[in-house]
């Protein structure tokens, strides 16, 4: 299977910062990668898609990029619902995988 | 408005058997291909199983592989799992996840709110 190594597991800012999360893949999945949010009690909610594209409804301050086995997503002037768990997904194989997750936490 | 409404969790002894069900609502299931992801307690997502439209193509992570059976019934809109040998490491929130289109390989784009599954004597 391919593996997913996501990073920080954890990250601290403060609102109005700029963040970046890294994914990466242990072999190329060209673009097949989807970032997910995820609020305590809730089910993911999906902000990019294809590495770079933004879903429908999610803020522009969200943005995704990459190809083949290097991913990052950015989230530009950090608003206090950012403030969650976030998750690259492959879908590049018939076995998807996630990565490990990472918390962003008020600073 | 997509729904997805598992049910089927609950308290198992280990080496026991549950059948999780997904009934899905609100888009033409048919032509969606579908995926069972769990959580552990504190831990991070992990895909489980996708199964294409047809039903014919079902895929696992290796962790379930040979234990653990996905299934779906068009004509009743749902999506099933089957888990037999349960272990307490399969203990998780398990969610009935929406492939975006009929590829298994595409992006999930809507989630259920999930059921829990516990494995424990």
Request: proline share 4%; glycine share 10%; with cysteine.
């Amino acid at each position: 299977d391919i593996q997913m190594t996501q990073s920080p597991s954890t990250l601290s800012a403060s609102v109005g910062d700029r963040v970046t999360i890294t994914c990466r893949a242990s072999q190329s999945i060209t673009t097949s990668l989807a970032w997910y949010q995820e609020n305590p009690g809730k089910a993911p909610n999906l902000l990019i898609y294809e590495a770079s594209s933004l879903e429908s409804g999610v803020p522009s301050r969200f943005s995704g990029s990459g190809s083949g086995t290097e991913f990052t997503l950015t989230i530009n002037n950090l608003q206090p619902d950012d403030f969650a768990t976030y998750y690259c997904h492959q879908y590049n194989s018939y076995a998807h995988t996630f990565g490990q997750g990472t918390k962003l936490e008020i600073k | 408005e997509v729904q997805l409404l598992e049910s089927g969790g609950g308290l198992v002894q280990p080496g026991g058997s549950l059948r999780l069900a997904c009934v899905a609502s609100g888009f033409d299931f048919n032509f969606h291909a579908m995926n069972w992801v769990r959580q552990a307690p504190g831990k991070g997502l992990q895909w489980v199983s996708g199964i294409t439209i047809g039903g014919h193509g079902a895929y696992y992570a290796d962790s379930v592989e040979g234990r653990f059976t996905i299934s779906r019934d068009n004509s009743r809109n749902t999506l099933y799992l089957q888990m037999n040998s349960l272990r307490p490491d399969d203990t998780a929130l398990y969610y009935c996840a929406k492939s975006v289109d009929i590829a298994l390989t595409n992006r999930i784009d809507h989630w259920g709110q999930g059921t829990l599954v516990t494995v424990s004597s």
